[in-house]
């Protein structure tokens, strides 16, 4: 449960930095012996903290970040499932979000590039005193037996908007390196 939240924790304050583009840049993550790779637009900024924390987000927008954290001391789908709801629940309360509802867990069929990823996404959403509503999109993805979230954490307007560049980061990812 700690980890959960640490984990949750960590995917908001590192979206906290600073029709779909063509992707050029490839990544690998994590950077050190890296269990997968993907691509993403070439103009997107991109930071990597000292805990091996992956953030990405489009030039010119802090509203929307996606951001890749290692799943340590997860070892199965079942403990990787159960997480995403906590995960995503904790990160939209965190931006300051009420009565924040999180969606059932739903398995994607033929994710990434060779199409046999094992990912499985949750949706949290909730507003806060403005007004504002926010969206935590969290995924787990399986490569070679180790477990790592992606998250999207960003407005509803933003959600909509890089929805089809989200859809191929996901088409591009390769596990290992």
């Given at each position: 449960m700690i980890k959960t939240l640490r984990i949750a924790?960590?995917?908001?304050?590192?979206?906290?930095?600073?029709?779909?583009?063509?992707?050029?840049?490839?990544?690998?993550?994590?950077?050190?012996?890296?269990?997968m790779?993907?691509?993403l637009p070439d103009d997107w900024r991109v930071e990597t903290d000292a805990k091996g924390t992956f953030t990405a987000k489009p030039p010119g927008d802090d509203e929307f970040a996606l951001?890749?954290?290692k799943m340590d001391g997860v070892k199965d789908e079942d403990t990787a499932k159960k997480?995403?709801?906590?995960?995503?629940?904790?990160?939209?309360?965190?931006?300051g979000a009420k009565s924040v509802e999180v969606t059932p867990?739903?398995?994607?069929?033929?994710a990434g590039k060779k199409g046999d990823l094992k990912m499985a996404l949750c949706?949290?959403?909730?507003?806060?005193?403005?007004?504002?509503?926010?969206?935590?999109?969290?995924?787990?993805?399986?490569?070679?037996?180790?477990?790592?979230?992606?998250?999207?954490?960003?407005?509803d307007a933003k959600d909509k908007k890089y929805t089809p560049t989200m859809g191929k980061i996901v088409d591009s990812i390769e596990e290992g390196d």
């Amino acid at each position: 449960m700690i980890k959960t939240l640490r984990i949750a924790l960590t995917l908001v304050a590192a979206a906290a930095f600073g029709a779909a583009p063509a992707l050029a840049g490839t990544f690998k993550f994590p950077k050190k012996e890296p269990l997968m790779s993907f691509e993403l637009p070439d103009d997107w900024r991109v930071e990597t903290d000292a805990k091996g924390t992956f953030t990405a987000k489009p030039p010119g927008d802090d509203e929307f970040a996606l951001t890749l954290v290692k799943m340590d001391g997860v070892k199965d789908e079942d403990t990787a499932k159960k997480a995403l709801p906590i995960i995503a629940k904790s990160a939209c309360e965190a931006t300051g979000a009420k009565s924040v509802e999180v969606t059932p867990i739903k398995d994607l069929k033929g994710a990434g590039k060779k199409g046999d990823l094992k990912m499985a996404l949750c949706e949290a959403r909730g507003k806060d005193g403005s007004g504002n509503v926010f969206v935590v999109t969290a995924c787990s993805i399986e490569a070679d037996g180790e477990y790592i979230a992606l998250a999207t954490v960003t407005t509803d307007a933003k959600d909509k908007k890089y929805t089809p560049t989200m859809g191929k980061i996901v088409d591009s990812i390769e596990e290992g390196d």
